[in-house]
């Protein structure tokens, strides 16, 4: 199979880009090396693999130039990484963010159907497109909050609502691309992911929460946690994700113009806080002391996928606990402390 991945020398992208190099297919990368440790990524890729995948230096919202790379490659399969991901920054600069994330996947979108129709494209979305959730009942036990009524999380049949300009521009995105295989034909997947984590991920307060108190922990730096610490996430390793991505490419057909809900379900949740600290105080060896701050406006009390659809279409399920991913993550950073200096 040829791969091609944009946003390729990011968290997601480096690992998805090692996984299918290591089972001997080819590999192209389309990335802009915009985001922290994109550069580093690459490197570690290059250090892992030689010469043996494509980098294409490129940005999504340049329509030619995602075009262009797309028709030399002629893909099995394109994995669509490349976006701006976090929701301040979308508030701060909402035209870029749209740039990026709608008009970017529109680009990906264009260079398929005109030039690579054939390839299965999987569209890295987001579980920001179901809004703030206001109407679930919510209950709170001693460590973390509950859904009353969901007990395996939301499904993909939860009505959407765009929040923000970054939940408007990915579900854009979403919508077309389960629209491009309705009225094109073209076999397009999105793929509403949870929280992801695992090692290379450069995790900052706005994004990638797991690795953010990680490194902080490790580097000894302060960090704050928003709320009361009890909000509770579905984990899932990049490993366990990836292994998705490679099940959806080799069954394009079957996925084809349909949105999954992608996490660790119901049986790899976290509270943020009140359940992770005392994971990492024991990896640390240490008390982790933290500041407290505000809710944040929008700030889900829990957010759990359901990933019936995925397990029972795909015979796929998570394989990597919390605790596990989370103490694999913990040994990376303190290994490669030189990173986060």
């Not at 490129?58 to 329509?63: K, N």
């Not at 529109?106 to 030039?115: D, K, P, Q, S, Y």
């Not at 009361?228 to 079957?254: A, S």
Request: hydrophobic share 40%; charged share 20%.
């Amino acid at each position: 199979m040829h791969i091609f991945i944009t946003g390729g020398a990011g968290f997601i992208g480096c690992n998805s880009a090692t996984y299918f190099l290591n089972k001997q297919n080819d590999v192209t990368i389309f990335d802009n090396l915009s985001r922290p440790g994109a550069q580093s990524n690459l490197d570690w890729l290059r250090q892992n693999h030689g010469d043996s995948f494509t980098f294409v230096h490129g940005d999504i919202r340049d329509s030619a130039a995602i075009t262009a790379a797309i028709t030399v490659a002629q893909p099995t399969a394109v994995i669509h990484l490349a976006g701006q991901v976090a929701v301040t920054t979308s508030v701060h600069d909402p035209r870029m963010d749209f740039d990026v994330n709608a008009l970017g996947t529109f680009n990906v979108l264009e260079a398929v159907r005109t030039a690579a129709p054939q390839a299965v494209l999987l569209y890295a979305s987001t579980n920001k497109v179901y809004g703030g959730m206001e109407d679930i009942v919510i209950t709170e036990e001693p460590t973390r909050y509950t859904y009353r009524d969901y007990p395996q999380g939301i499904s993909e049949s939860y009505p959407l609502d765009f929040h923000s300009p970054y939940g408007c521009s990915k579900g854009a995105g979403d919508q077309y691309v389960l629209d491009y295989a309705r009225i094109y034909g073209l076999k397009t997947v999105s793929l509403r992911q949870s929280c992801i984590y695992g090692q290379r991920q450069f995790g900052v307060e706005d994004q990638g929460w797991v690795a953010h108190f990680i490194i902080a922990a490790v580097c000894h730096r302060p960090f704050s946690i928003y709320g009361d610490g009890k909000q509770v996430r579905d984990l899932l390793h990049v490993t366990d994700l990836v292994r998705l991505y490679e099940k959806m490419i080799l069954n394009g057909d079957k996925v084809a113009g349909q949105a999954f809900n992608v996490g660790g379900g119901a049986d790899n949740t976290l509270s943020i806080w009140r359940e992770f600290e005392p994971i990492l105080s024991e990896l640390a060896g240490r008390p982790i002391e933290v500041d407290y701050g505000d809710w944040r406006p929008g700030d889900q009390h829990v957010f759990i996928a359901d990933i019936t659809k995925a397990q029972n279409l795909l015979d796929w399920t998570p394989q990597m606990s919390p605790k596990a991913g989370i103490t694999d993550l913990f040994h990376w950073v303190t290994t490669n402390k030189q990173l986060f200096q």
